[in-house]
């Protein structure tokens, strides 16, 4: 079993739509959890940290289910630019790993 | 910008040669990590610096790839007698410190291929 998986979709939404996607962890120790994005041939960028009360930042929502070991991230109101692959990460109890899972690709539609 | 510097940005050599890959950190980032991303894949571990510890070089694929960390700041990764399967982007990011609640911040990358 991976240490994150991810749907790799793709996801085809229409604009202003709302998307969901969620990523399991195998780690129940693991710590720190993070949601990147990256843009094709681009490197991965920090999107937003997540948080075990649930953080949101603008249209993301980043939330974590310990019992069930997963995260997810919602976004609402896609734009257009909102298109990207979405990175799940986490880290391995002893902290100073991360397995970055491989990614659910978004695609908003005009 | 004070963001990740990676050099080179592409690099094709024939299978057989060895290269270097270099990574100028954020200034003040204890923290180093290497990874590597096929087209398509996630990004898969290489190896971490955290200070003056020793690195967790566990993700090394093969003794062919070694990596060192001068003064605590830049980085290179070596490929000796490259494959074709070497060829990926090369990715470096950093964080403040190395462990839980720190997020990586990458570089642009080095795309290598190996013909």
């Known amino acids: 079993r991976k240490e994150v998986e991810q749907d790799p979709g793709p996801f085809n939404v229409p604009e202003g739509a709302t998307v969901a996607f969620n990523c399991t962890y195998s780690?129940?120790?693991?710590?720190?959890f993070f949601w990147y994005r990256q843009d094709c041939r681009k490197e991965p960028k920090l999107l937003m940290s997540?948080?075990?009360s649930g953080n949101e930042d603008g249209r993301f929502t980043a939330q974590l289910n310990r019992a069930s070991q997963y995260i997810s991230l919602l976004i609402r109101d896609s734009k257009l630019s909102d298109s990207a692959t979405y990175l799940c990460?986490?880290?391995?109890?002893?902290?100073?790993?991360?397995?970055f899972g491989t990614g659910t690709s978004l695609t908003v539609i005009p | 910008g004070a963001g990740v510097s990676q050099s080179p940005s592409n690099k094709v050599t024939e299978k057989g040669k060895d290269v270097e890959l270099r990574c100028d950190p954020i200034?003040?980032?204890?923290?180093l990590y290497w990874y590597r991303q096929s087209l398509g894949q996630g990004l898969e571990f290489l190896i971490y610096?955290?200070?003056?510890?020793?690195?967790?070089k566990s993700g090394l694929p093969s003794d062919r790839f070694s990596a060192e960390r001068t003064g605590g700041s830049v980085s290179t990764l070596t490929i000796q007698r490259t494959q074709q399967e070497d060829s990926a982007v090369y990715l470096c990011?950093?964080?403040?410190?190395?462990?839980?609640?720190?997020?990586?911040?990458f570089g642009d990358g080095t795309r290598l291929s190996i013909l």
């Open positions: 990011a950093s964080s403040l410190m190395g462990g839980e609640g720190q997020p990586q911040h």
């Open positions: 780690n129940s120790a693991s710590q720190s």
């Open positions: 997540v948080y075990s």
């Open positions: 990460v986490v880290n391995k109890n002893t902290g100073n790993q991360f397995y």
């Open positions: 200034s003040g980032h204890t923290a």
């Open positions: 610096f955290q200070g003056n510890s020793a690195p967790d």
